[in-house]
């Protein structure tokens, strides 16, 4: 057992507050010890994104999305300073590949209903529990902390192959489009998917952009 699985088992003696912060913690340093390992060239060349999906024009967000960016206003703000597109490397798929996983394993996924009582919120999981949103908001925040820009990760909305709405979060870079995804540990490029884009995040708030271009089917060997 890791530090990280430490810091996410349920102590009897352990306040929720406490296993909060070591989740937290934990997190955090499996993120950033991450940046000095390097994932092997072969697999990072296995996953080719076949270019960025088409941004077709306006949309507009939920309204769970403008309360959770009244209550997290950075969240929300596209700061333009910063570049459009990660520079893929092995080191940033590394840290990638990380978050995702180590996220995935340790949120438990509950619909908002039965977490906070009400059909949508978004917030962040910081009891360990949430939905696909709360889930990849997780992610891009850990990401953020590890040195990546905010501005190449976006919240999107798609349809899933089970035709439902969906939460996942897109990682613009300069080899396309992948998505970090809590139903699966894999990082897709967007077309890999299976998944029915409809929008994302644009450059403030109020902002989202629909998207357009249609996914190639989900193969079994990539659920």
């Not at 997780?138 to 969906?166: E, S």
Request: aromatic share 6%; proline share 5%; with cysteine.
């Amino acid at each position: 057992m890791d530090h990280v699985d430490q810091a996410l088992s349920t102590h009897p003696n352990w306040s929720i507050g406490t296993r909060r912060s070591a989740l937290k913690a934990a997190m955090i340093g499996t993120v950033l010890a991450a940046l000095t390992g390097a994932a092997s060239a072969e697999s990072l060349l296995r996953v080719r994104a076949n270019g960025p999906i088409q941004v077709v024009g306006p949309a507009g967000p939920t309204h769970a999305w403008i309360k959770f960016c009244e209550s997290h206003p950075h969240e929300c703000r596209v700061d333009l300073s910063q570049p459009a597109r990660i520079a893929l490397n092995p080191q940033v798929w590394a840290v990638l590949t990380q978050v995702n996983e180590r996220v995935n394993s340790s949120i438990l996924a509950v619909t908002d209903q039965d977490h906070w009582g009400v059909i949508d919120r978004w917030d962040y999981p910081d009891d360990g529990l949430g939905d696909c949103e709360d889930i990849q908001l997780l992610k891009r925040k850990l990401l953020v902390q590890a040195g990546l820009p905010h501005r190449a990760m976006r919240m999107t909305a798609v349809i899933d192959d089970q035709g439902q709405g969906h939460a996942v979060l897109m990682v613009l870079t300069d080899q396309g489009d992948f998505i970090l995804d809590n139903k699966r540990n894999a990082i897709l490029p967007w077309r890999r998917t299976g998944y029915t884009f409809i929008k994302r995040e644009g450059t403030s708030s109020r902002s989202w952009v629909a998207l357009g271009d249609q996914p190639a089917p989900l193969s079994t060997a990539t659920r």
